[in-house]
């Protein structure tokens, strides 16, 4: 179950973009939290639970590979689902992400579509559109 | 791999249409310059991301303020709003932040491993970029837009950091 989502990424327009396509592919009861880079994350989920994080790659002070690697050396977080939303991505990222957890990456520009077929994958639904 | 001005143009065309029409939600066309130069003679919203492997460049985005004002109540889909310069330059940073992701996923294919620095923005008028390879200006349902890229970008010739190109950031 799906209650607290974090997304991490340094532009809010980006978090308002994600968070909106988040609610119309199906989440739009999930509480929603915001963190500006991994710093910022890695203080939040110090107090707060989180059941889904969705991260940018390229942020300052803290990017995107450096928490997640953070994450899955926290044995609380260590299994706990992973959406990668970046503009850098190519096979070789996309590989290596899969190999630390990511279930799915997604390049920017994000749609409503492409967040709901990523979910998907996790919840192991691919039944579009149920 | 070396490749043609008219390849560049094309992957720029290619990454700012897949990047505006995905965020801003309207038809992308290339603009007719005729009658446009006047809106970009004065003071722009001005935002570069740099280019940084594995070649070096940079990409600049210029948009006059009322059409950056439009560009962001678009984005945020709120006809009412009146963004601040603070959301429109952040607006602007997502766009030149995917747009030139998408450009260099164009030009070089989706195996070349490519980074990109952080986004900087500024407000002026548009700088002389040294070693520019296309410049095209955008109509955006009659409002405009500009976009660069300059530097070395041919993958073939590595090791040429030192000839970065200059825009006074």
């Known amino acids: ?130 | 791999m070396n490749k043609s001005e008219t390849d560049i143009r094309k992957a720029l065309l290619a990454g700012v249409t897949t990047a505006l029409e995905g965020m801003v939600f309207e038809e992308v066309e290339p603009a007719d310059t005729k009658n446009i130069f006047d809106d970009f003679n004065s003071k722009l919203f001005l935002v570069y991301s740099p280019i940084i492997d594995p070649l070096m460049g940079i990409f600049l985005l210029a948009v006059p303020e009322n059409t950056a004002k439009t560009v962001t109540i678009n984005v945020y889909g709120k006809a009412d709003m009146n963004p601040d310069k603070s959301l429109i330059t952040d607006t602007l940073k997502e766009i030149i932040n995917t747009a030139s992701g998408c450009f260099m996923r164009n030009y070089l294919g989706y195996s070349a491993n490519f980074s990109l620095g952080l986004s900087v923005a500024k407000w002026g008028k548009i700088p002389e970029l040294e070693r520019s390879l296309a410049k095209i200006y955008i109509d955006l349902n009659g409002k405009y837009l500009m976009v660069e890229v300059a530097g070395k970008l041919d993958v073939d010739l590595p090791g040429t950091k030192e000839n970065t190109p200059v825009a006074n950031l």
């Not at chain 1, 991260?55 to 959406?83: A, C, I, Q």
Request: hydrophobic letters at 40%.
């Open chain 1, 1 to 130: 179950m799906i209650d607290d989502i974090l997304i991490v990424d340094d532009s809010s327009t980006a978090r308002m973009i994600t968070q909106r396509c988040m609610e119309i592919a199906g989440y739009q009861n999930a509480r929603f939290h915001e963190a500006a880079n991994g710093i910022k994350a890695l203080q939040f989920i110090s107090e707060h639970k989180v059941d889904l994080f969705i991260v940018d790659l390229n942020m300052p002070e803290m990017d995107g590979l450096t928490l997640l690697g953070r994450l899955r050396n926290d044995p609380k977080y260590k299994e706990t689902p992973v959406l990668v939303i970046s503009s850098l991505l190519n096979e070789e990222k996309e590989s290596g992400l899969k190999e630390l957890g990511v279930f799915a990456v997604l390049t920017k520009p994000i749609s409503p579509a492409s967040v709901l077929k990523s979910m998907q994958k996790l919840s192991g639904d691919t039944n579009w559109g149920s």
